[in-house]
């Protein structure tokens, strides 16, 4: 009897430590078998959920009334699944994500670099005048530089749009930066413009023809050829950004 009430006092105890996590950046932990994990509290949520992301970082849903304790713990339990899953998600992308110092990549339309140094106990990770500081080395850095261009995008792209409304007469509701894997933008009816985030990517005329093209559908919720009028009195140069666009390289699948 004494045996079975130390082993469930033993089992009790165990539940109740908290793993090991540490702080990176842009919103995500540092777990072990070098994994990243950004945790999302979901009010709707019935249960705690895990789930790998494309861009390879791990997402733990805490649901209502639930803790981050207990989260952790949910993340331990389900060690095995995640890493079946991320053994076949690197098997598939392992060469190209495989970001480390001197890869070079688009930003703002220029071809940069990344630098990749030691800083304390982690390492600062720097491009053009970008600078991110983690806590932790990691293996490859290519979803800690999306996370930085994403928030890039979200800061820039939506002031830049509201101004471009503004300079061409257009009443726009709102705007959103996401992530869409087949297009660079899009209007709706109700006049919210959606743009990718990659556009940070591209040089800033050709992020904002794609904005302009987009406002345009205000005027003409089509491709007609009075919407293509608007777009080139808007946006004389459009067919050069259109090329610019097709020749980049910017896959929007990859993330």
Not at 161 to 173: C, K, N, S
Not at 237 to 245: H, M, Q, T
Request: with cysteine.
């Amino acid at each position: 009897m004494l045996q079975l009430a130390f082993n469930f006092l033993e089992k009790q105890l165990d539940r109740l430590k908290s793993p090991e996590i540490r702080p990176v950046a842009n919103g995500l932990l540092a777990w072990k078998h070098d994994i990243a994990v950004r945790i999302v509290r979901l009010p709707q949520a019935r249960r705690y959920l895990l789930g790998l992301q494309p861009d390879g970082t791990a997402r733990l849903v805490i649901p209502r009334r639930g803790t981050q304790a207990e989260a952790l713990r949910f993340l331990e339990r389900s060690e095995t699944w995640l890493l079946r899953r991320m053994a076949h998600w690197r098997s598939r992308t392992e060469a190209r994500l495989a970001w480390k110092d001197g890869t070079r990549f688009l930003f703002r339309g220029e071809e940069v670099t990344l630098r990749i140094e030691p800083e304390g106990a982690g390492v600062k990770l720097a491009f053009a005048d970008q600078v991110i500081t983690l806590t932790a080395a990691m293996s490859h850095y290519r979803a800690i530089v999306y996370r930085c261009l994403r928030a890039r995008a979200e800061s820039e792209l939506p002031t830049r749009t509201r101004d471009l409304a503004r300079e061409h007469g257009i009443a726009i509701q709102r705007v959103t930066v996401r992530g869409q894997k087949s297009r660079w933008g899009s209007c709706s009816v109700r006049g919210t413009i959606s743009l990718n985030w990659r556009l940070i990517q591209t040089p800033p005329w050709v992020s904002d023809y794609i904005i302009v093209h987009e406002l345009m559908h205000r005027r003409e919720m089509n491709h007609s050829a009075r919407y293509w009028k608007h777009v080139e009195r808007a946006f004389p140069d459009y067919r050069a950004a259109e090329k610019w666009l097709k020749s980049s390289g910017l896959d929007l699948r990859e993330e």
